[in-house]
């Protein structure tokens, strides 16, 4: 077979292979679409097919096959980053900015400092931190990775549940926003490069430059000539941040985070979301599962997996009930909130894998981060759907708060 038939055998696998299991299984409740694609990327990655049927693996997904994979991957995720940055509204932060401060402080401080319990517990083995990894870099990185909320994924999820436009639901979408600007913030310090710090300070410097005139320009342009802008403007700045040593995505976050919803439209942007989401992003779960590996045996994955969820999970809920206190929540608020804001998937995949790009975890690392993000993800329709049941009848989801 040529390459271009194999490729398309593997875009075939890619595609029909989850949408059957989330159909057939009727799996929406506990697992959506896009976590069934996540766990049929680990399913098709070497620790599973190819384990068991290793020469069908390395025929399918030949390095031609796979560069080809990781080309589309890298673009979906860029246009999937941006898009992340776009939706933040930081004007509704400021708005709200001694609730949204107080409580995306402590939903990100608290499970970052469990995180990093929990990598320093790792650490005294072998096989968890990268070969290029200072210690600081591995525990930060880790500790990250337990804090992050995924934001896309959390607006997916709060449509599901009917509270996405409802009071309840902006908060917690503010206190998201924040905590994506701060994770991307530690990413650009992770990755800081002392050796490289010019050209690093250099690109930030020319960013914040050149932000001026292009916000100027998009306001001006035509709203059909602005996506066509705005994707140069995304290839350039992903362009400089990987040139200075930052990541291709962080610059695709920063790109993303000058831009106004407004210049697009809301309906546009949901429907470029959904598109990417269905089109090019079940590429980039292949792509990561394609990553993973067991060396270490299996149930020491699954162990450290379990660590860093427990450390992800019981950050974020401790975090909400604080905050919950200290700002004079209703009853019941901070179990909800800090359950949604516990969701990972997408964001912390992505976190992992620049931090696997960049050797500062190991392939196993990355799996025991990978099945994390999976389960906290899956545990969160179940956990809160009959929580905002009860809050409905309460009237709790539909009053405003401040």
Known sequence: MSTTEIFLLAMLLIFVAPYLVWRLCRTDYFAPLVIVQI???????????????????KFVFNPDVVKTLNGIAQWGVMLFVMLAGVELDLKKVWQYRRESAATAGLSLGVPL???????????????????????????????MACAVTALPILVLLLEKLNILRQPMGQRILRYASLDDVAIWGVLALIMLDWERVGRQLGFLLLFVFLTVPFRRLMARLPRSDRWYVALGWLIACAFGADWAGLHFMVGAFLAGVVMDADWFGQEQLDALFKNVLMVLMPVFFLSTGLRTKWDLGGYQVFFAAGLLLFASVGGKLAAAHIAGKLLNWKSGEASIIGWLLQTKALIEIIFANILLDKQIITSETFTALLLMAVGSTMLTIPVVHPKLHRAQHSGLVNQASS
């Open 39 to 57: 766990i049929m990327g680990i399913i098709l990655g070497p620790g599973v097919v190819g384990a068991f049927f290793p020469e069908y693996h």
């Open 113 to 143: 400092l469990a995180g990093c319990a929990a990598a320093f517990l790792l650490m005294q083995y072998q096989g968890w931190i990268g070969s290029k990894a200072a210690p600081w870099q591995f525990m930060l990185g880790t500790g």
